[in-house]
């Protein structure tokens, strides 16, 4: 599962463009070029400054998405919102956020205790207003963590893809 997180106060961007088809090529899923595999999921943050003005998306990435979810991580507004729509992509709608018990290991428990943290770091960073390219390490670290915890490693290529676009560790 992908979750593309864009600017709703800012719209669709020609940088938002540029994300989308290192992801997902010029044809979108199952064309060339396409490194995603499984659903996606398009995140709105920062609704509480886009007001009601409508989310304006390119044809092939209102089809790309399964579902679209306003937030404002500022006013925490339509994260439960999120919660549900990610868990309809899982395949577990029935499931209620934060009502799932399961068992990890060390390793596992380990891993999301730095995932953890590696994600309360990228939103100290981004409610401080720091540059893009300094919160995204934090991004990075976090997916590498959860990918440990469920075995479905995140590819280099396509963490290469997404963040070659902010000039980190080049």
Do not use: Y
């Amino acid at each position: 599962m992908v979750l593309m997180v864009i600017d709703a106060a800012a719209g669709w961007t020609d940088a938002d463009g540029e994300i989308f088809e290192s992801l997902w090529g010029k044809e979108g899923p199952g064309g060339r070029g396409c490194l995603v595999k499984g659903p996606a999921l398009l995140v709105a943050n920062k609704s509480d400054l886009a007001g009601s003005r409508p989310l304006s998306l390119p044809l092939l990435a209102k089809e790309t998405f399964k579902a679209i979810v306003s937030t404002s991580a500022k006013t925490r507004d339509g994260l439960t919102d999120l919660d549900a729509a990610i868990l309809q992509l899982a395949g577990a709608p029935q499931l209620a956020a934060g009502g799932v018990s399961w068992s990890v290991n060390e390793r596992q428990a380990e891993a999301l205790v730095r995932a953890h943290e590696a994600l309360m770091a990228v939103v100290e960073s981004i409610e401080a207003d720091m540059p893009l390219d300094c919160w995204t390490i934090d991004l990075r670290s976090a997916l590498i963590a959860l990918g440990e915890v469920t075995g479905q490693g995140v590819g280099e290529e396509v963490l290469d893809s997404i963040f070659s676009k902010f000039c980190i560790g080049k």
